[in-house]
């Protein structure tokens, strides 16, 4: 049997309606919200990484029926695939091609979810010895899901002690109108914090007053009550 074929069948024996309604509710999917139209089959992230183990080997442009799916858990596959060929790739070519289709094909890539699952590890990693510029792009975008990949692919480079992109792109992001974009500047600050505290703070000590209530609380969420409180008041 053809293995997105089989790959489709697997995920479906899975579906579960009930829970299928609790992901449409929590993934915000009803009119005029962002992630309008979505539909899900009701299966949890553990089962679709048991399940994926064993299509490492699928051939990438042969995700194609797959990732158009109209079932979120379906292109959920597909990226968490992507990330396991992207880790295994041997060669510099290999590496771009998955780069590459998954430039290509950020139309499906279109949750927070899906974004958060896969940037750091295709975009970020491809993109850590190469030029950023994409990334300032994509964070001007109109589209939201391109604005998220932006900040959250620098998410590799935190991990790798390189915080200079994560900050640029925070600058773009500053008054983004979106609570999404919001969540995700704060929580890659954050992870700034956690690996160099000074830079963070050097970073909102000349724009926390002006930054959205949101992102503001993701990025200081670890600090100490009494510094929380001095940033909160905005004096």
């Known amino acids: 049997m053809n293995l997105a074929i ?22 915000k999917t ?35 029926p797959i990732f158009t799916s109209k079932f979120h858990e379906e292109r959920l596959a597909v990226l968490l695939i992507l990330v396991k060929k992207y880790e295994k ?11 590459h289709y998954y430039r290509n094909n950020t139309t499906y890539i279109n949750n927070w979810d899906l974004v958060d699952q896969s940037a750091p590890n295709i975009m970020g990693q491809y993109l850590f010895s190469r030029s950023r510029k994409i990334l300032h792009q994509w964070a001007k975008s109109k589209n939201l899901w391109r604005r998220r990949i932006a900040i959250v692919a620098t998410h590799y480079f935190i991990r790798n002690n390189d915080f200079a992109e994560t900050l640029k792109i ?13 969540k995700a500047v704060g929580w890659m600050l954050r992870e700034v914090g956690k690996r160099d505290l000074k830079t963070e703070e050097n970073f909102l000590q000349k724009r926390y007053k002006k930054m959205p209530r949101t992102m503001l609380r993701y990025a200081i969420e670890r600090f100490a009550e009494n510094k929380r409180r001095f940033y909160l008041k905005r004096k």
């Open 89 to 99: 790739a041997q060669t510099a070519k290999e590496k771009s091609m998955i780069y």
């Open 170 to 182: 925070a600058e773009i992001l500053l008054h983004d109108k979106h609570d999404l974009i919001h």
């Open 30 to 64: 009803g009119q005029g919200e962002y992630g309008e139209g979505d539909k899900f089959l009701g299966i949890n992230v553990p089962t679709i990484r048991k399940i994926i183990k064993n299509y490492s080997a699928i051939d990438l442009y042969a995700l194609d």
């Open 6 to 27: 089989q790959l489709k069948k697997e995920l479906r024996g899975y579906k579960d309606a009930e829970k299928a309604k609790d992901l449409a509710w929590f993934f």
